[in-house]
């Protein structure tokens, strides 16, 4: 279909374009909302300042897309492909991205509140500054993901794999970081506050001037971690397996010795460590 039929048929009250193919289509500034466009071809499209709010988009194929500061409200994405598509800035609140794929995209400054994006697959995105809070990325793959700055609070990160990422001064206050796993990813300056990481996979993690203020880390495996500077008080450390891990100037929850609960097999380096009881 070409774009002069589409707006046609557009103008004449069509809603459904299930399976139209318009890749490279120039829709800048365009009003798309509410509109069906399942297992549409919109390869390399041009969203610019677009309204896509309401709008089907399960399955479409939306690869190199360029969509700043696209509005996105309740908009559903679900299987869509964004692989390698700029959607830096988009407002996607509540929109949904349940099984996408959005590998190396851009979503700097995007507005990711309350997103269900269960199991989707971020690999090497951007996410810089996003506001994702109250989102739901579960079972999602967040692996070597640049989170600096963004907000997470209160949003459900369960079973992610988030492994070798940055999320450096992310504020994930009361975050569901339930067996996740964030193997070698930087976590330093984070604000954790009351955050989850029940039987999360914390190995060599950078945790570094984190404030972990009443964490939830029960059987975490915190071995060789970075917990320098972080403060722990009233963190729950039962049963984490703290061998390896720096803890010099931390805040720790318990006294020095940390109880037989903690495992931390004689390899625990300690440096001017501040105890504060529970």
Known sequence: MDILTFWQQVHDSQRSFCGMSLTQADFCEANLSGLDLRRSHLAEACLV?????????????????????????????????????????ANLTAATLDRATLIHTKLSGA??????????????????????????????????????????????????DMSWSNLSQVVA??????LACLEGSDLSGANLTE????????????????????????????????????????????????????????ILPLPLKLTEQVSTNNNLWFSDVRAHNV
């Open 173 to 178: 206050v009361g975050a569901n970081f339930t």
């Open 111 to 160: 507005t990711l509140r309350e997103v269900s994006a269960q199991d989707a697959n971020f690999l090497d995105a951007n996410c810089w500054g996003a506001w994702a809070v109250d989102a739901d990325f579960s079972g999602a793959c967040l692996q070597q993901t640049n989170w600096t700055t963004a907000q997470l609070m209160r949003s459900q990160l369960v079973r992610t």
């Open 195 to 250: 955050s989850c990481f029940r039987k999360a996979d914390l190995t060599a993690t950078n945790f570094q001037g984190a404030c972990l203020y009443k964490a939830n880390l029960q059987n975490a495996d915190l071995r060789g971690a970075n917990l320098t500077n972080a403060n722990l008080t009233q963190a729950d450390l039962t049963g984490a397996n703290l061998k390896g891990a720096c803890l010099t100037n931390a």
């Open 49 to 89: 300042w677009a309204d896509v709010s309401g709008a089907l988009l399960a399955a479409a194929d939306l690869q190199a897309s360029v969509a700043i500061w696209l509005q996105g409200l309740w908009t559903d994405l679900t299987a869509a492909n964004l692989c390698d598509a700029d959607w830096s800035c």
